[in-house]
């Protein structure tokens, strides 16, 4: 699941809209208020996402419960 909290500031940030990169990404604003709400996008809109902000660093917007649960799942493999 997404960090919707931060995409929506890197969007704010971007001096861009929802709507915009909704209409980039070729949804409907419906579409993509229902996947920031659900916080479930597919990777190639993902990669798109990324690419189109200028998204840096990708993983704490993107994956932020996958890289917990690695760091969690190596610590407790190394205890």
Known sequence: MINSKLLSEIIFKR???QRK???HLGMTE???YS???KGIFD???IEEMISFLEIKEPMPVFF???VTQQVTNS???FS
């Open 64 to 66: 932020p419960n996958s």
């Open 30 to 32: 419906k579409t993509f």
């Open 15 to 17: 001096d861009l809209s």
């Open 35 to 37: 996947k920031m709400k």
């Open 21 to 23: 990169v909704a209409h």
């Open 75 to 77: 610590e407790e493999i």
């Open 43 to 45: 990777s190639d809109e």
